[in-house]
């Protein structure tokens, strides 16, 4: 017994596989194009400025952002000069690691005030966050 195929069912099947694979590449085309954004951390954009030497930075209790207009973030959240101070003045009697997050666009006199609070305050180690 010899079983017969239809042309058109062929044709149709090679047109699924067409569009199956067309599907896929598509799909991992958006996923490529859209992974830097997935993986960046959502929130504060601070453009680091480079630095030739550097260390990694094993843990840190404090987060603190320096925006380009100055405005200051203690662990995403957005905070004046007296709020930080409290804040500082709280955690006087815990040791405590600071990495301070400044745009290069920011301020010096900003980032050594910042700098100049934490260590105030007590902290171990205040970090700079800089890209290699």
């Known amino acids: ?7 058109s069912s062929d044709d149709s099947i090679k047109y699924f596989y067409f569009l199956s694979l067309f599907n896929l590449i598509l799909l991992l ?17 601070v453009f680091l400025p480079r630095a030739i030497s550097s260390e990694p ?8 952002s320096i ?3 100055n405005t200051i ?11 930080l101070e409290r804040f500082l003045r ?11 997050k400044a745009d290069q666009r920011s301020s010096v006199g ?9 260590r105030k305050s007590g902290a171990l180690k205040v970090n700079l966050a800089t890209t290699e």
């Open 1 to 7: 017994m010899k079983f017969t195929r239809h042309p």
């Open 29 to 45: 085309f958006l996923f490529i194009a859209f992974l830097p954004k997935l993986t960046m951390s959502p929130g504060l954009s």
């Open 57 to 64: 930075v094993s843990r840190e209790d404090f987060i603190v």
């Open 67 to 69: 925006l380009n207009d």
């Open 73 to 83: 973030y203690l662990d995403s959240r957005r905070v004046s000069w007296d709020e």
């Open 90 to 100: 709280s955690q006087r009697s815990k040791a405590h690691q600071v990495l301070i």
């Open 110 to 118: 900003v980032l050594v005030r910042v700098w100049d609070l934490f």
